[in-house]
C-alpha cells in the first residue's frame, strides 16, 4: 500500500479542521508532494497558511461537485484522503448541497481515483452510520438505527453509509483500495462552529474568557466521545499505509465525557474561578445521557491505532490555540 515517504497525496478538502492536520502529518511523514484541494465553502485558508510555507504543499481551489477540476491535481497521486463532507448543522442549513457534496461529492473522488490510477483512497465517515445508538455495546457491526433522529441528523448519517457504499462498489468493480475511517466527534486546534458537541467547547471558552460563567443545558450529564484532531489525522496515514482495504473502522477513543466533565476541564484549563451556570434550553441538550461506549478493537487490530492525547491534554491544547488566536485577531 502506498508508502507516505516519498509519495504524493491529495487532500480533499484540505482547508478543514482535520484536512489541514492531515496535510500537516504527510509533510511531517516526508511525502514528496501535499496537494490541498477545497473549494472554501466551509474550510479557511487560515487554517493552511503554515502548511503553505513548505514548498512540497500547494492548495488548489476545486469543487468536488465538478470532476474536471479534480483531474490535475489527481495525476500522478500515489493516495487520496477524501475529507470534504457537510456535517449535520450545514446539512440543516443546505440540506441539497450537502447531501450534494457528500454523496455526488464522494463519487467524483472516486472516479478522479479510478481515471487517474489513484491506488488508495482514505474516506472520513463517521461514527454517525450507526444512527441512534442502542443498548448493546457498539462495533463495525451495529446496525443503523435512524427512526427516531432528526432529518438533518438523518441525511448526514444516510450520506456516510452512501459514501461507504460507492466506495465498496468502486473496489469490487475497479479494484481501488479503500478505508472507511468512522469518526465520533472531533475536535481541536482549528476548531469550527460546524460540529454541535465540539462547538460547546468554543461557547463555553468564549464566555470564560469574555469574564461570564461557562452554560451547562440540563443537568450536564449528557454524554459524547471526543476523539482528538491529531489523533484522527494519524489514523488516517495508518489507514493508508496498511494492508487493510475494504472496511469501515470505528476511530473513537472508547470513552464517553459529560458535558459538566467538559466544562469542568475548559473551567480548568482557562484557569478561572467562574464557576458553570445551569440551564434549561431543551434545544439546546444534545446527546444522550447514556449511551455504549464504541469499540475501538478494530482500529487497534488491523491499523495499529489507539488515541494518545487525553481528553484533559486535547482541551489543554485547544484553549492554548484559542488563546493565540484570541491575540492575535486582537493585534490587527
Ligand atoms: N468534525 C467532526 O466532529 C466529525 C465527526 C465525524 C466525521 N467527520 C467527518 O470528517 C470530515 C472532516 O470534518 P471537519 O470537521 O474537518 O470538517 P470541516 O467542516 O472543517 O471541513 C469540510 C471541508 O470540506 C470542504 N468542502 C465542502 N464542500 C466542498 C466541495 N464541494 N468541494 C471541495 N471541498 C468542499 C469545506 O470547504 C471544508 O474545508 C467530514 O467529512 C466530516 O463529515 C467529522
Known amino acids: 500500500m502506498p508508502a507516505v515517504s516519498g ?74 484522503f477524501n475529507v470534504a463532507g457537510f456535517l449535520t448543522a450545514p446539512i440543516a442549513a443546505n440540506p441539497w448541497m450537502g447531501v450534494d457534496v457528500n454523496v455526488r461529492g464522494a463519487q467524483n473522488v472516486l472516479e478522479a481515483c479510478r481515471l487517474q490510477g489513484v491506488k488508495k483512497m482514505i474516506f472520513s465517515s463517521s461514527t454517525g452510520v450507526y444512527g441512534g445508538l442502542g443498548d448493546e455495546p457498539n462495533d463495525e457491526s451495529s446496525p443503523l438505527r435512524w427512526g427516531d433522529l432528526p432529518p438533518a441528523l438523518v441525511l448526514y448519517c444516510t ?33 469550527h462552529k460546524r460540529a454541535i458537541d465540539a462547538t460547546r467547547m468554543v461557547e463555553a471558552y468564549e464566555r470564560i474568557r469574555s469574564g461570564q460563567p461557562p452554560v451547562i443545558q440540563g443537568d450536564g450529564n449528557q454524554l459524547q466521545d471526543y476523539v482528538y484532531v491529531g489523533d484522527v489525522a494519524r489514523a488516517n496515514l495508518l489507514a493508508m499505509e496498511s494492508d487493510v482495504s475494504g472496511e469501515g473502522i470505528n476511530i473513537a477513543t472508547g470513552v464517553n465525557t459529560s458535558q459538566r466533565e467538559i466544562v469542568d476541564l475548559m473551567i480548568k484549563s482557562c484557569r478561572t474561578d467562574l464557576k458553570a451556570e445551569y440551564r434549561d434550553d431543551a434545544t439546546k441538550k444534545g446527546s444522550p445521557a447514556t449511551r455504549p461506549v464504541f469499540s475501538r478493537e478494530a482500529a487497534a487490530r488491523l491499523l495499529g491505532w489507539e488515541p494518545g492525547v487525553s481528553i484533559e491534554e486535547g482541551i489543554y491544547r485547544l484553549v492554548e490555540w484559542l488563546d493565540k488566536e484570541r491575540t492575535s485577531s486582537r493585534a490587527v
Do not use: W
Open 159 to 191: 450520506s456516510k453509509v452512501m459514501g461507504e457504499g460507492l466506495a465498496r462498489l468502486y473496489q469490487q468493480r475497479y479494484g481501488l483500495d479503500f478505508v472507511a475511517l468512522r469518526y465520533s466527534a472531533i475536535y481541536g486546534e482549528r476548531q
Open 7 to 80: 509519495g504524493k497525496f491529495v487532500v480533499v478538502g484540505g482547508a478543514s479542521l482535520l484536512g489541514s492536520h492531515i496535510g500537516e502529518l504527510l509533510l511531517e511523514a516526508d511525502a514528496r508532494e501535499v496537494v490541498l484541494l477545497d473549494n472554501l465553502a466551509l474550510g479557511s485558508p487560515d487554517n493552511i497558511q503554515s502548511l503553505l510555507a513548505d514548498e512540497r504543499c500547494t492548495f488548489v481551489r476545486g469543487d468536488i461537485l465538478r470532476l474536471n477540476e479534480l483531474f490535475d491535481p489527481f495525476t500522478s497521486a500515489d493516495g487520496a
